[in-house]
């Protein structure tokens, strides 16, 4: 009798920095990586859409545990919005429900002006086509019913917004931002103050803190790579480890007793006070434990921890 041949997958942990290409789902994306790197587990941090491209971090093994890390950051898009037209997604993906002149003789200098005003906190209504929930279902499950409810406006912080390109009837904007913003709402509204409509025709995620300026790598050269060579072992040159996904919070080093104390759940007392909500924890071999919330002023207890590979 012929039986299949189950393949063992690999035990590994780091993250990977994905340039995601546009038309896939992060999922997608995601089930493709895990296969060429022949993992057990893995899972993605900030999903995104399928029109949308770049930074797609993919966490292996024990970096799962810290995705909601990165979920929590700011983060860097591009994005070109093209004016005089209102799409039902506020993306080219969906069918134009409006349309209005574009303004006329906009300058880039008007344009920055009008970019400035969206600087800082500002309150921002998610779209109809977000995860949210509304009495036990997703918005975008009631948008593809056809079904409209109103939300409320949730605050949101823009760091930095610069223009990068104004052509006839589009523009091009970098914009750094807090989580949860909807950057097809931004542009939506950046559009409104300029007395007409529009909606995104390109999205891309340059960076996530901490990873600014960090190399990407395409799903195309992992798959040359395998197609090359089929060792998924080459491809481990590509993972980051865990702790560069943690690089704001504050160190503590532990002795050996002190660091398997804390890989068995335990507190551990520290000379001084304990000032920071979270910090990372490392032994004195510089071996990342995982990271750490004070009980007291003066103990500390593992909140996530690595559990060593033996």
């Not at 807090?178 to 542009?187: D, E, I, M, P």
């Not at 790579?225 to 996904?245: E, K, T, V, W």
Request: proline fraction near 6%; charged fraction near 25%.
């Amino acid at each position: 009798m012929n039986q299949k041949i189950k393949h063992k997958r690999r035990h590994l942990d780091g993250i990977l920095l994905l340039d995601k290409p546009k038309g896939m789902t992060s999922n997608h994306a995601l089930q493709r990586v895990k296969r060429l790197f022949n993992a057990e587990k893995a899972g993605h941090s900030g999903t995104l859409d399928p029109m949308a491209t770049g930074m797609l971090p993919i966490c292996f093994g024990e970096a799962t545990k810290f995705a909601g890390q990165l979920l929590d950051k700011d983060k860097q898009y591009q994005f070109t919005c093209k004016l005089g037209e209102k799409t039902a997604t506020g993306d080219e993906e969906g069918e134009i429900i409006e349309m209005c002149s574009p303004p006329q003789n906009l300058t880039p200098e008007k344009l920055n002006n009008i970019l400035q005003q969206f600087i800082g906190e500002i309150a921002q209504v998610p779209p109809m086509v977000s995860a949210l929930h509304h009495n036990g279902k997703r918005l975008y499950e009631l948008a593809r019913e056809g079904i409209e409810v109103e939300r409320k406006p949730r605050l949101i912080t823009i760091s930095a917004l610069t223009l990068d390109h104004l052509g006839e009837y589009e523009f091009t904007a970098t914009v750094t931002c807090s989580k949860g913003t909807y950057v097809r709402v931004l542009a939506e509204d950046i559009a409104q103050k300029l007395d007409t409509a529009g909606h995104l025709t390109m999205l891309r995620r340059l960076a996530i803190d901490p990873f600014i300026d960090t190399p990407m790598v395409s799903l195309e050269t992992l798959e040359t790579m395998i197609n090359n060579d089929p060792n998924p072992l080459q491809l481990d040159q590509f993972l980051y480890p865990i702790d560069h996904a943690l690089t704001d919070l504050p160190i503590l080093t532990f002795n050996a007793i002190d660091s398997d104390r804390i890989l068995h759940g335990q507190r551990i007392h520290i000379e001084g006070t304990l000032e920071y909500p979270l910090y990372r924890l490392y032994s004195d071999q510089n071996q990342f434990l995982g990271i750490g919330a004070p009980h007291t002023p003066t103990s500390i207890g593992p909140k996530r921890i690595i559990q060593p590979r033996i």
